[in-house]
């Protein structure tokens, strides 16, 4: 007996043997297979490769901003490293000018201050002999009017009352210099000298 006949006379099919509906499930699932790896497979695998190519492009370009980054920052360790030579330089440079400065205002002003001293000593000339001058005349006349007083006699004649001034001045000059006298005390010494004359 065939197993096909078992199996209709066991009242039901045996899974195991193949039958019509199977092989339309078959072409089905055949049919849907072909269908899915038509239409559906290669936008997947498209998809799929355009993700994978984006990944890798995103991973290129991470590491090529990886090197950028280092290069920049390499670039900015050496630049800040100049600056700092620089900046260096620049406050040597500004110390020295400073100091420059600072050497030639100090001789600016030792230069003016030799200038000043210079011009008040020839103002202090200039000063000494108009006072000598005018001690000369004003003394002259006192000690010609004291000597004529005291002694006497007239001394009117110009070549006497030269001699007797210039006598005068230079014992008034060999006692002290006329910076160093004020104008009371030469008034006095004015006074005592024709009285030393007198006793004479």
């Known amino acids: 007996m065939s197993s096909y006949n078992m199996a209709a006379q066991g009242g ?7 039958n019509a509906t199977f092989f ?15 239409y559906v497979v290669p936008p997947v695998k498209r998809a799929m490769g355009e993700r994978q190519e984006m990944v890798r492009r995103q991973i290129q370009e991470s590491q090529q901003a990886s090197k950028r980054l280092a290069e920049a920052q390499a670039r900015y360790s050496e630049a800040l490293a100049q600056a700092r030579v620089e900046a260096a330089k620049i406050r040597e440079a500004a110390r020295a000018d400073a100091q420059e400065i600072k050497d030639e205002m100090r001789q600016q002003a030792e230069q003016e201050v030799a200038r000043i001293r210079e011009r008040g000593a020839e103002q202090l000339a200039t000063q000494r002999e108009q006072v000598v001058r005018e001690l000369r005349g004003e003394l002259g006349k006192l000690a010609v009017t004291l000597a004529g007083r005291i002694v006497g006699e007239s001394v009117a004649d110009d070549a006497r009352r030269a001699g007797t001034v210039d006598r005068f001045l230079d014992e008034l000059e060999g006692m002290a210099t006329p910076e160093s006298v ?3 005390v030469t008034a006095d010494r004015a006074v005592s000298v ?3 004359r007198r006793r004479r």
């Open 24 to 38: 339309v499930e078959l072409v089905i699932f055949l049919v849907v297979l072909g269908v899915i790896w038509r």
């Open 194 to 196: 024709p009285n030393g």
């Open 182 to 184: 004020p104008e009371n």
């Open 12 to 18: 039901g099919n045996l899974f195991l043997i193949p």
